[in-house]
């Protein structure tokens, strides 16, 4: 997430970035309403050459996200198109680039541009077990690909993610009982085996949101990789398995779980080894989340809508639960 100050609509930075691409004005304003933002600013809008076709304008702040980051994303989704597999794609500017770096009134901003993909994301769909197999056969099929991906030394590692946490342990501060638990997981961390069979580049965000499923096609699509980064497949599939009450409303989770391994081991090999890793993979996340909390409200700001402050609580709440249990 970023930054509070970032979570405001701009429509009038969103109307400049977008005049490097062809998009409808008939339905703009119509569309920008429906704009979110979270780890990106994201506006909607219509194709011009095809208004069927909904694109998303992504913006970035070049504080939160280097220029270079993106431009790796776009390498790996082009890659896995290549490859056949189901992706947001890229969508161009006016003079053919993929992403740009554009200098606004209001800061420095990464600008990308990705088509709509089809159907739902599995938040609103209903967790049947054909669905969570296909979640789960999907993130196999990502990782298979990705342990035959060439450009994984594009990427950061899960080294830049724990100098990242570091980092903002020295700037922000935190209880000693979270600063042991940093010191614990770096040193379980070296102790774990790092092999083209456990160990690529992963999607890091495999939750329901950025997993669509289309039940007139049965198919499934993934988007969102701006957080991809070097690490064990075992994080990518913890997060997935953690985020399957947002599938199943709560109903049998144990049996949701075991499909769910099902389907992913039909796509792709999955060890004892890699099983055994999942706690410490959770305490990874559970340190990132922390952290990430932290600096998204390291910058208070004057007045907030009511919508903030109650977002405000929710993660200083969040930030309670992640601290205590690191206890």
């Not at 992504?58 to 994303?73: A, C, G, N």
């Not at 490859?83 to 600008?111: L, Q």
């Not at 035959?148 to 903002?168: G, V, W």
């Not at 998204?296 to 969040?318: A, F, H, R, T």
């Amino acid at each position: 997430m970023l930054k509070l100050k970032y979570l405001f609509e701009n429509y009038d930075l969103a109307r400049e970035c977008l005049a490097l691409y062809d998009y409808d004005e008939e339905s703009l304003e119509q569309m920008l309403s429906f704009f979110r933002i979270s780890s990106n600013a994201i506006y909607p809008f219509r194709n011009k050459m095809d208004k069927n076709e909904v694109c998303f304008l992504r913006l970035s702040p070049s504080e939160e996200k280097t220029f270079l980051s993106v431009i790796t994303e776009i390498h790996l989704i082009q890659w896995l198109m290549d490859k056949g597999f189901p992706v947001m794609r890229p969508v161009t500017m006016k003079h053919g680039e993929f992403a740009k770096e554009v200098c606004t009134e209001w800061g420095t901003y990464n600008v990308s541009c990705f088509a709509k993909v089809p159907g739902n994301s599995l938040e609103d769909t209903e967790g049947y077990p054909d669905v969570v197999r296909g979640y789960g056969r999907i993130l196999g099929q990502f990782h298979r690909l990705m342990k035959e991906y060439p450009y994984s030394e594009e990427h950061q590692s899960h080294k830049d993610l724990l100098k990242e946490i570091e980092d903002r342990l020295q700037t922000y501060g935190a209880p000693e009982t979270v600063c042991a638990e940093y010191r614990a997981v770096c040193r379980e961390l070296e102790q774990l085996a790092i092999s083209s069979a456990n160990y690529g580049v992963i999607h890091y965000d495999f939750e329901p949101d950025n997993v669509f499923y289309d039940a007139k096609r049965d198919s499934f699509s993934v988007i969102d990789f701006d957080d991809a980064i070097c690490c064990w497949y075992a994080l990518d599939i913890v997060r997935a398995l953690d985020s399957l009450d947002d599938v199943m409303n709560g109903c049998d989770m144990e049996h949701a779980e075991r499909v769910f391994l099902e389907g992913y081991q039909e796509e792709t090999d999955l060890t004892a080894e890699q099983i055994e890793s999942f706690f410490l993979m959770r305490r990874l996340v559970r340190l990132q989340e922390y952290m990430t909390i932290r600096h998204v409200l390291s910058e208070p700001i004057g007045e907030m809508p009511d919508w903030m402050k109650g977002l405000i609580q929710k993660l200083q709440y969040k930030a309670g639960c992640l601290e205590k249990a690191m206890e």
